[in-house]
């Protein structure tokens, strides 16, 4: 059946008007030390691969510290941090991952 436009017109759904809410500017909280530099307890890693984020909840990440050695194979005191997430881990891509990444790093740090 078909309905008459002053019947659809009558029956159609008023709309409302929106009315926005008062948005509160609240400031987030920041650790700030007392020289003024804003110094967090958490602060988020990237995957050193993939770039992801690597949440607070990824139990499953690793950061490595590898040495750096000088050519008689004794510790220089220097370290290159490398952090994996789960994901990587899951997938069992870490292994070639972090071997990727020291080819790329060793030439910079000058090992052999």
Known sequence: PVLSSAFQSAHRPRRLPITCSK???KK???M???EGQMVDIYIPR?????NRLIEAKDH???????AHIDE???YTGQFT???????LRNKGQADSALDNLWKQK???????
């Open 23 to 25: 948005v509160s500017k």
């Open 28 to 30: 987030t909280a920041a």
């Open 32 to 34: 700030i030390n007392d």
């Open 46 to 50: 990237k995957c050193s691969y993939s």
């Open 60 to 66: 499953s990440s690793v950061q490595l510290n590898i």
């Open 72 to 74: 008689n194979g004794v």
């Open 81 to 87: 941090t490398m952090a994996m997430c789960g994901y």
């Open 106 to 112: 060793k030439a910079e740090v000058g090992q052999n």
